[in-house]
């Protein structure tokens, strides 16, 4: 990401994870694009000149723009790129909120896990969409292999401030300095004091 807004990405890219229309893996940083669909149905390509923050997962990438949209591309087995369908893209598409075909907007924060990505409201809100195997949806669930294309919004945490996302876990910092975690914690990584994993957020 470079102080004008636009984002460059470069190295493997069999999933379209460079978002740069094709599956060639590149050895130098290419300008990225999005792709926009317009209201007849078609599409065109336009340059991405208001990024403010990037996030990567395992073979997908999320791109936060300044009017506080999300737009999202590569792998897409459990709906981490949050179009409604599990269908991988070579493109950046924007992120939807719903079936209706409403979109994510007032996005301040984005971070993502291997397979999950997170989005965080600038009322504090936080939603996630992709895997949810261990929980990391933190809304008292576990989806399985199942896959989750549409973003779910979390319970529990109202004011979250920051967040950052492990392989498959989810750390968030609270406007009251608290610290929150969900999701895997074979290892102990969500700082409980055991290796119990979490379905919704702990202290």
């Known amino acids: 990401l470079k102080g004008n807004g636009t984002v460059w990405t470069w190295g493997y890219n069999a999933n379209g994870e460079l978002g740069l229309g ?19 149905g078609t599409t065109k390509e336009e340059e991405i000149t208001d990024a403010i923050d990037v996030a990567t997962g395992a073979n997908h990438t999320l791109i936060l723009r ?8 590569g792998y897409n087995n459990k709906g981490q790129l949050g179009d409604g369908t599990t269908t991988s893209s070579n493109r950046f598409h924007k992120v939807k909120l719903n ?12 971070t993502a896990e291997n397979n999950t990505s997170h989005v965080l409201t600038a009322d504090g809100s936080v ?3 992709g895997y949810n195997y261990y929980g990391q949806f933190g809304n008292n669930t576990r989806t399985d292999e ?37 999701g895997l914690n ?7 004091n055991n290796t119990v994993d979490s ?3 702990q202290q």
């Open 186 to 192: 074979s290892n102990g990584q969500l700082g409980k």
């Open 127 to 129: 939603y996630s969409y």
């Open 199 to 201: 379905v919704l957020p």
């Open 146 to 182: 199942n896959a989750n294309p549409y973003p779910v919004k979390m319970q529990k945490v109202t004011n979250i401030v920051q967040m950052t996302g492990g392989e498959n876990h989810l750390i968030m910092l609270d406007a009251d300095g608290s610290i929150w975690t969900t």
């Open 66 to 73: 300044k009017d506080g949209t999300v737009w999202a591309t």
């Open 22 to 40: 094709d599956n060639q893996n590149r050895t130098e940083p290419t300008q990225v694009k999005a792709e926009i669909t317009l209201e007849d």
């Open 99 to 110: 079936s209706e075909g409403d979109y994510l907007e007032n996005i301040v924060q984005i």
